[in-house]
């Protein structure tokens, strides 16, 4: 690991690897370390719909391994650290060509949350210290870069979430100390804050353990909302609760700084006038395991994970044992709809030095295989994954991997987890070399094609080997905001799959609706894949409006 002392070079950092890494692993998915050292920890990662994936950290780490271009410097008389800083704590990482670039950030966003909009662009909001209220604006380009907002929130907002809701606005809720939720773009009527009394309710004592609240976009257009062990839904528009889910069985909390991890399972039936809504959380860690870890007692991490149907008029979770204990896992959903459980560790919680024995083997689960068969355990890394870890999805199917620093700096010598600056690349098995002539590759619809709700669309593509036309579906995604092992605005919409036409010479045809509204797919830019034998293609860009 390169010693903290030595400044990456501007054009260092943009240097393109001509020799491609070496793979690891085989059956069970296999890993790519991408780069050795892009300079700044990836406590943050969003993909934008240029295939450039937007990474930051926080600016009070110190100086980071990666210089601002032509001799910038960031000059902030409140930072906690430093008050001129030439180093970057924000990268693009250009998956195309496997580079990086330094990005100019010039408020701290440490622990901070965010969306994509319609048009494309990253709205970033919060963070800590002369963070804590900004609103950060980033659009995708080959040169663009942060433009700040001074006092964009109506309060501190500090591992709060956020969710695009069905007209384009985002909704950001919660943070630390802050019983509320608020909006971006303000509009008249929505300036402040809207209380939240849950959050209150859900907070425990000195601990929390309901930061970073899971929030899914319902199909009713509603928002449900988990933290700490429990769950409402939230009618946002006349802030109120209509349903109150059960507590999980056996109380243990899953939210920040427990920390496990959610997803709302693939929407299917998106043609039906009642479409369910699947959530499902996995992993965190026991009741009283952070305040043990203050102490160096590090708690065994949970092995359960609990479902639930939150369209169901009576709803209860049900409980399900994973292979392996996880604590600080990511949850990323994978475009056969299938979920990667990855990263963490297993024992101990998220916070300073507070986590123990890194879970190197990511966990595959499978939600329409029968309950007691849904889980397969992955080939590891051997890169130890803890707090501040994140993981995301790429268009070609890639995981995108990197973080962990659970160090109040750069920490890279005499500790039990150095700072990583390393970028990996998980390849699930539906990317292994013995099943390339059943992927499909997308011949048409164009990438960045605009579409349409309840539109009509046909999908051609071709596949080398034999298709089984009754094994073909088409899947959309909307890229997330990753941090703290929860993915923010993450959505798999499951288009099913009309007729399958053959056109010869291998290239075939499948007709799909899109879905009918901005509750089901809020608008935006999705990945869209089409799926044969569960092995997804490489995605096109759609942008839904």
């Not at 528009?237 to 507590?247: M, R």
């Not at 024995?357 to 994954?385: A, C, H, M, W």
């Not at 700072?419 to 998980?426: P, S, V």
């Amino acid at each position: 690991m390169t010693p903290p002392n030595i400044i990456l070079s501007f054009l260092f950092c943009y240097f393109l690897l001509i020799a491609k890494p070496p793979l690891t692993g085989a059956a069970g998915g296999r890993w790519q370390v991408l780069q050795n050292n892009i300079g700044i920890t990836a406590m943050h990662m969003q993909l934008l719909n240029d295939d450039r994936v937007v990474i930051f950290d926080r600016t009070d780490f110190g100086k980071s391994n990666l210089s601002l271009p032509n001799g910038e410097c960031r000059r902030d008389p409140d930072d906690t650290v430093l008050k001129v800083d030439c180093t970057a704590h924000s990268a693009e990482y250009d998956v195309d060509t496997n580079t990086f670039r330094a990005l100019s950030v010039q408020t701290d966003v440490w622990c901070s949350s965010g969306a994509v909009m319609p048009d494309g662009r990253l709205i970033q909001t919060g963070g800590f210290n002369d963070g804590e209220r900004r609103v950060r604006i980033i659009q995708p380009c080959a040169t663009c870069d942060w433009q700040e907002v001074p006092n964009g929130l109506a309060a501190r907002r500090w591992y709060a979430t956020n969710h695009i809701l069905p007209d384009g606005r985002q909704i950001i809720i919660g943070g630390r100390k802050q019983f509320n939720f608020e909006y971006y773009p303000k509009s008249s009527g929505t300036t402040g804050t809207f209380k939240f009394p849950f959050l209150a309710q859900t907070n425990d004592a000195r601990i929390e353990n309901n930061l970073y609240p899971f929030v899914f976009l319902n199909v009713d257009g509603n928002l449900f909302v988990f933290a700490n062990n429990r769950a409402v839904l939230l009618d946002y528009k006349n802030n109120k609760i209509v349903k109150t889910y059960p507590q999980i069985p056996g109380g243990d909390p899953r939210s920040y700084p427990s920390t496990g991890s959610a997803v709302l399972l693939p929407l299917k039936n998106l043609q039906s006038q009642f479409a369910e809504a699947e959530v499902l959380v996995c992993g965190g860690a026991p009741k009283g395991s952070y305040a043990q870890g203050l102490k160096k007692n590090f708690v065994g991490a949970l092995d359960t994970c609990a479902r639930i149907k939150i369209t169901d008029p009576n709803p209860q979770w049900v409980m399900e044992t994973m292979p392996l204990a996880r604590v600080m896992g990511d949850m990323t959903l994978l475009p056969n709809g299938n979920v990667l459980i990855i990263n963490g560790a297993a024992s101990g919680t998220a916070g300073w030095e507070s986590g123990r024995d890194p879970v190197l083997n990511p966990v595959i689960y499978r939600p329409d295989n029968k309950l007691g068969s849904r889980f397969e355990t992955q080939n590891p890394t051997t890169i130890p994954l803890m707090y501040h870890s994140t993981a995301i999805l790429l268009r070609d199917g890639r995981v995108l991997v990197g973080g962990s620093n659970p160090h109040v700096g750069y920490s890279f010598t005499n500790v039990l987890f150095p700072t990583e600056l390393r970028l990996e690349a998980f390849y699930p098995a539906y990317l292994d070399t013995q099943v390339a002539n059943l992927r499909p590759k997308i011949v048409t619809t164009a990438s960045q094609t605009q579409i349409n709700y309840g539109q009509s669309l046909f999908v051609r593509f071709t596949v080398t080997g034999t298709l089984a036309p009754n094994l073909v579906s088409v899947t959309m995604v909307a890229p997330p905001l990753t941090t703290h092992s929860f993915s923010m605005n993450q959505r798999l919409l499951a288009l099913g799959a009309g007729k399958v036409t053959s056109l010869g010479k291998s290239t075939y045809q499948v007709q799909v609706t899109t879905p009918g509204s901005g509750i089901l797919a809020p608008s935006g830019f999705y990945l869209l894949f089409v799926v044969h034998q569960d092995i997804p293609s490489e995605g096109i860009w759609v942008q839904i409006k």
